[in-house]
């Protein structure tokens, strides 16, 4: 089984900083792709950042400049560096993986169970 544990949400003025963490654990052959979304009440969930085996990265627009996602492979960790905060920015964050648990098993998509981050104006 594979688990994935996210950290670091809380509270925060506008102009502020937070640092989101996510490990994945248990049974991790290989990982892919790792990434951010995030889920305000009442919208959708949507594409924060994704970063690449390969070390390529997508921003959304919103966050572009202030955000940034970076990974510990030896740790199985992906990060989440927000600056600048804005109110808008006030949702549940959520981390992905695409994790291979065994040699010539497929990649699976896992997701983590969300940490709250709520910046105020």
């Known amino acids: 089984q594979v688990h994935l544990v996210e950290s670091g949400g809380g509270l925060v003025q506008a102009g502020g900083s937070l640092r989101l963490s996510c490990a994945a654990s248990?049974?991790?052959?290989?990982?892919?792709?790792m990434g951010w979304y995030r889920q305000a009440p009442g919208k959708q969930r949507e594409l924060v950042a994704v970063?690449?085996?390969?070390?390529?990265?997508n921003y959304a627009d919103s966050v572009k400049g202030r955000f940034t996602i970076s990974r510990d492979n030896a740790k199985n960790t992906v990060y989440l560096q927000m600056n600048s905060l804005k109110p808008e920015d006030t949702a549940v964050y959520y981390c992905?993986?695409?994790?291979?648990?065994?040699?010539?098993?497929?990649?699976?998509?896992?997701w983590g169970q969300g940490t709250q981050v709520t910046v105020s104006s």
């Open positions: 992905n993986a695409g994790i291979r648990q065994r040699l010539r098993e497929r990649v699976e998509l896992y």
């Open positions: 248990g049974t991790i052959f290989s990982i892919d792709g």
């Open positions: 970063l690449t085996n390969g070390g390529s990265t």
